[in-house]
């Protein structure tokens, strides 16, 4: 008999997944200890468990798996090849599908982008910040940027200037991190500078000091002055995403806990691993969190019942903690497939937004 965790590692199903297969009645298994509800699954099930993990990775809708599961048992190999194809032809129409509308995109986002062009070049802005308040708004995003080359856009941090207000922004789509300081010397409208990362990474360099440093954005170009030092270069020429769109969540239930505790409470607590999505992609280490009735914190095990918890990357919550950079922070839960924020008691305007990861299909 092999234990859960044991068919989960051997068939390429992850234990969420296998316990959301027994409860639909798709892959049962052989014995459940009725003390423990612990689930065990006989050898020959194995071979069963890693058909439907192929199954499920081409997309096969639950109830057409069904069928093919129970043909495969019963050597019923016309019924299965028919399965089969049909689910192909349907793949094939959808990617037709999809064709189509991403063409249509294209021509629109030609058109965005021809509209774009003939606007007029925005003056250039000089503005003064405090060195130590942007060192700290750099440090509590620079862990979101993003490092897939296939993503550019998200290559760098977004300087956004509006009013005497700085925020700086950086995601990788599966996090998101903002920060806020004040500026004087500018007052004007709204102006941006996607800032690629090594030159953010020499700014961050040169803000050593308590003193106030000089930014100026001119066309594709942006310089930090810092006394006699200066740290300069182009713009990324993309368009960073609407992240303003993306921090208006529901309000959750908030939690604050103690930094080191819970950061304790992580690196030592149970993990899971998630599923390998495609060729080439690693699993991650999930932590899967919970706020019991006292309004704690905890960090779950491999238990049953997944209701109303939410799992994230485990790396990026310890990133985000260090980014929190606070003794006590405060976690917001709302819905488990809402993003989990991680925000500062004493300072709304910087947080991080982790996004979560599925335990059931």
Same mark, same amino acid.
Do not use: K
């Given at each position: 008999?092999?234990?859960?965790? #044991?068919?989960? %590692?051997?068939?390429?199903?992850?234990?969420?997944?296998?316990? /959301?297969?027994?409860?639909?009645?798709?892959?049962?298994?052989?014995?459940?200890?009725?003390?423990?509800?612990?689930?065990?699954?006989?050898?020959?099930?194995? !071979? #069963?468990?890693?058909? =439907?993990?192929?199954?499920?990775?081409?997309?096969?809708?639950?109830?057409?798996?069904?069928?093919?599961?129970?043909?495969? &048992?019963?050597?019923?190999?016309?019924?299965? %090849?028919?399965?089969?194809?049909?689910?192909?032809?349907? $793949?094939? +129409?959808?990617?037709?599908?999809?064709?189509?509308?991403?063409?249509?995109?294209?021509?629109?986002? *030609?058109? +965005?982008?021809?509209?774009?062009?003939?606007?007029?070049?925005?003056?250039?802005?000089? =503005?003064?910040?405090?060195?130590?308040?942007?060192?700290?708004?750099?440090?509590?995003?620079?862990?979101?940027?993003?490092?897939?080359?296939?993503?550019?856009?998200?290559?760098?941090?977004?300087?956004?200037?509006?009013?005497?207000?700085?925020?700086?922004?950086?995601?990788?789509?599966?996090?998101?991190?903002?920060?806020?300081?004040?500026?004087?010397?500018?007052?004007?409208?709204?102006?941006?500078?996607?800032?690629?990362?090594?030159?953010?990474?020499?700014?961050?360099?040169?803000?050593?000091?308590?003193?106030?440093?000089?930014?100026?954005?001119?066309? *594709?170009?942006?310089?930090?002055?810092?006394?006699?030092?200066?740290?300069?270069? %182009?713009?990324?020429?993309? !368009?960073?995403?609407?992240?303003?769109?993306?921090?208006? $969540?529901?309000?959750?239930?908030?939690?604050?806990?103690?930094?080191?505790?819970?950061?304790?409470?992580?690196?030592?607590?149970?993990?899971?691993?998630?599923?390998?999505?495609?060729?080439? #992609?690693? &699993?991650?280490?999930? &932590?899967?969190?919970?706020?019991?009735?006292?309004?704690?914190?905890?960090?779950?095990? !491999?238990?049953?019942?997944?209701? !109303?918890?939410?799992?994230? *990357?485990?790396?990026?919550?310890?990133?985000?903690?260090?980014?929190?950079?606070? *003794?006590?922070?405060?976690?917001? /839960?709302?819905?488990?497939?809402?993003?989990?924020?991680?925000?500062?008691?004493?300072?709304? &305007?910087?947080?991080?937004?982790?996004?979560?990861?599925?335990?059931?299909?």
């Amino acid at each position: 008999m092999r234990s859960i965790g #044991e068919m989960a %590692r051997d068939s390429g199903l992850g234990v969420s997944a296998l316990r /959301f297969y027994d409860r639909a009645g798709v892959l049962v298994p052989a014995w459940v200890d009725p003390a423990s509800g612990y689930r065990w699954y006989a050898p020959e099930q194995l !071979d #069963e468990a890693r058909l =439907l993990a192929r199954l499920r990775r081409a997309g096969m809708p639950l109830a057409d798996i069904r069928l093919v599961l129970a043909g495969w &048992s019963g050597a019923d190999t016309d019924l299965v %090849r028919g399965l089969l194809e049909a689910h192909l032809r349907r $793949l094939a +129409r959808g990617l037709a599908d999809a064709r189509g509308e991403f063409s249509t995109l294209r021509a629109l986002l *030609d058109q +965005r982008e021809n509209i774009m062009t003939t606007a007029a070049h925005t003056p250039p802005v000089r =503005l003064s910040v405090s060195a130590t308040g942007l060192a700290a708004a750099l440090d509590a995003v620079r862990f979101a940027v993003s490092a897939d080359p296939g993503l550019p856009m998200l290559g760098g941090v977004l300087f956004d200037v509006e009013g005497d207000t700085l925020h700086l922004v950086a995601t990788d789509r599966y996090r998101l991190a903002v920060a806020r300081t004040d500026t004087a010397g500018h007052g004007g409208p709204r102006v941006q500078a996607l800032v690629p990362v090594p030159l953010a990474d020499a700014m961050r360099a040169l803000l050593g000091g308590d003193q106030r440093v000089g930014l100026a954005v001119d066309g *594709d170009r942006v310089t930090l002055e810092a006394g006699d030092r200066q740290a300069a270069g %182009r713009c990324l020429a993309h !368009d960073f995403p609407d992240y303003r769109r993306l921090v208006h $969540l529901p309000s959750g239930r908030r939690t604050p806990v103690d930094t080191a505790a819970f950061r304790e409470a992580l690196e030592t607590g149970p993990v899971r691993a998630s599923e390998v999505r495609g060729p080439g #992609e690693a &699993s991650q280490d999930l &932590s899967v969190l919970a706020v019991t009735d006292d309004g704690t914190v905890t960090v779950c095990g !491999d238990g049953d019942d997944d209701r !109303d918890r939410v799992a994230v *990357d485990r790396a990026f919550l310890l990133d985000a903690l260090t980014a929190g950079d606070r *003794d006590r922070l405060v976690l917001e /839960f709302g819905a488990p497939t809402a993003p989990v924020a991680i925000r500062r008691p004493d300072d709304e &305007s910087t947080f991080s937004l982790l996004m979560p990861v599925r335990l059931d299909d």
